[in-house]
């Protein structure tokens, strides 16, 4: 093992959001979500990669909202967009590149994209604007994390997990360095 990943070298960690608290949230807002797609289906655009472990659990606690809701009719797809946005590890530029795009049309269809953090919105506005040429019926936006300090390009945000300062978090999805995401928490990178 080379130092830099010996533990001796581990940046400090401050745990801000523990699993339990996510947990809960998740069931929330899976249950706001059901409730307001009753009858609809939804095509959930989660975007690569920090949304994969939000995105994973979120859909499932829309299932057993929906079927504790009794509704059986509505179907949720996943789909994925994989995006890089060019600047430095923690801070991004707004110029963003699709390297991975969905496999099946949005034409027609009511979409929810999710996504690990909004910090200043530049990606999302990026996100929203490129959706909307493919003619969706609908866009909503969910999103677990929110930094409102550091907003540039302000926008909806349908769904939100959590509101939290300008720090620099990891976990549940989040890297520094394409590390932690397997984290099960949320930490503030100190
Ligand atoms: P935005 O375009 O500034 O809103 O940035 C959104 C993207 O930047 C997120 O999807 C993350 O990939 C990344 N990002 C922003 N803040 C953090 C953070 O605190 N930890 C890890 N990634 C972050
Ligand atoms: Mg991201």
Request: hydrophobic letters at 40%; aromatic letters at 8%; a negative charge.
């Given at each position: 093992?080379s ?15 523990t ?58 797809t ?14 991004t ?12 049309p ?41 930094k409102?300090?550091?907003t ?12 939290i ?26």
């Open positions: 093992m130092p830099s990943h010996s533990p001796w070298s581990e940046p400090p960690l401050r745990v801000l959001i699993a339990e608290q996510i947990a809960a949230r998740n069931a929330a807002l899976g249950r706001q979500i059901a409730q307001d797609y009753a009858g609809e289906d939804l095509t959930v655009i989660g975007v690569l990669k920090g949304s994969f472990v939000f995105v994973a659990d979120l859909t499932r606690e829309i299932h057993r909202a929906q079927r504790e809701l009794g509704q059986s009719g509505s179907s949720v996943i789909e994925f967009l994989g995006l890089e946005s060019y600047g430095d590890e923690t801070m530029s707004g110029v963003v590149k699709i390297t991975a795009d969905l496999t099946r949005i034409e027609g269809r009511h979409v929810l994209v999710v996504e690990d953090i909004i910090d200043t919105g530049l990606t999302m506005a990026y996100l929203r604007n490129n959706l909307s040429t493919r003619h969706p019926a609908s866009i909503k936006v969910c999103a677990l994390l929110h409102p300090a550091r540039i390009q302000p926008g909806p945000i349908d769904y939100l997990g959590f509101t300062d300008d720090l620099f978090v990891i976990g549940y999805g989040l890297d520094y360095q394409q590390r932690y995401r397997n984290l099960p928490y949320i930490a503030a990178l100190e």
